[in-house]
């Protein structure tokens, strides 16, 4: 449990988080101190660090559904790299660790969709892919996965990822200003991030990235 709640807020918090106490439901039991190490950095959090209350209501809504997914959908890897992405470093590893953690959001969505993989490409069912009809590349399967969770209209904001990830991964390099790929990386977090509040069953607000904590979107 109290792994569950620290990769939650890793992720709430968009920096890495550890238990280093905690107390049972014996009252005459004191707090267990744990080791732990680590250090801070003034990240874009998704949810608002000096509202506790917010705080304590996203772990209420999202921890049994994060209990249930976390091995079949890799959440503690997304997590992982979602942090990841937002240490210092050049612009081109930042958007290539946001383009990796979506490709893992995609394979173990259409794994647990049951889809069938055939090299790169996907297909719903065996006829599909014996047919070679239907084929389910990358964008598709993504706008598929936002879909499932109720996230529409979000086809020029993924061909615009898309195109920016095959740049990054097969050159390593971009033609785009670093204005644009700072845009686009932006849009990849805020995607990532109302993604797997929605997936965990989060009702409530939550700050877009880059938005200083002022701007927020309502998941009703």
Same mark, same amino acid.
């Given at each position: 449990?109290?792994?569950? #709640?620290?990769?939650? +807020?890793?992720?709430?918090?968009?920096?890495?988080?550890?238990? $280093?106490?905690?107390?049972?439901?014996?009252?005459?039991?004191?707090?267990? $101190? #744990?080791?732990?190490?680590?250090?801070?950095? #003034?990240?874009n959090p998704v949810i608002d660090?000096?509202?506790?209350?917010? +705080?304590? $209501?996203? =772990?209420? #809504?999202?921890?049994?559904?994060?209990?249930?997914?976390?091995?079949?959908?890799?959440?503690?890897?997304?997590?992982?790299?979602?942090?990841?992405?937002?240490?210092?470093?050049?612009?081109e590893l930042k958007l290539a660790?946001?383009?990796? =953690?979506?490709?893992?959001?995609?394979?173990?969505?259409?794994?647990?969709?049951?889809?069938?993989?055939?090299?790169?490409?996907?297909?719903?069912?065996?006829?599909?892919?014996?047919?070679?009809?239907?084929?389910?590349?990358?964008?598709?399967?993504?706008?598929?996965?936002?879909?499932?969770?109720?996230?529409?209209?979000?086809?020029?904001? =993924?061909?615009?990822?898309?195109?920016?990830?095959?740049?990054?991964?097969?050159?390593?390099? $971009?033609?785009?200003?670093?204005?644009?790929?700072?845009?686009? /990386?932006?849009?990849?977090?805020?995607?990532?991030?109302?993604?797997?509040?929605? +997936?965990?069953? /989060?009702?409530?607000?939550?700050?877009?990235?880059?938005?200083?904590?002022?701007?927020?979107?309502?998941?009703?």
């Open positions: 449990m109290r792994v569950f #709640q620290g990769r939650l +807020l890793s992720f709430a918090l968009d920096s890495h988080c550890y238990v $280093s106490s905690f107390r049972t439901d014996d009252i005459n039991v004191p707090a267990i $101190s #744990q080791p732990t190490r680590g250090y801070a950095i #003034q990240r660090e000096n509202d506790g209350k917010a +705080l304590k $209501s996203f =772990l209420t #809504q999202t921890y049994e559904k994060y209990r249930q997914l976390c091995e079949v959908r890799s959440l503690d890897v997304v997590i992982e790299l979602l942090n990841l992405a937002d240490n210092k470093q050049p612009m660790t946001v383009f990796i =953690l979506l490709e893992n959001l995609k394979a173990t969505y259409a794994n647990e969709k049951g889809y069938i993989r055939e090299k790169a490409s996907y297909y719903k069912t065996e006829e599909d892919r014996r047919s070679g009809k239907r084929r389910l590349g990358f964008q598709k399967v993504l706008d598929n996965m936002f879909k499932d969770v109720g996230m529409t209209r979000n086809g020029n904001t =993924l061909k615009d990822i898309v195109d920016l990830r095959n740049d990054i991964i097969h050159t390593a390099m $971009s033609e785009l200003s670093f204005e644009t790929q700072w845009k686009r /990386y932006v849009s990849c977090r805020n995607l990532i991030a109302e993604y797997l509040l929605r +997936l965990l069953s /989060y009702r409530g607000k939550f700050s877009l990235y880059d938005g200083s904590g002022i701007t927020t979107k309502l998941i009703e």
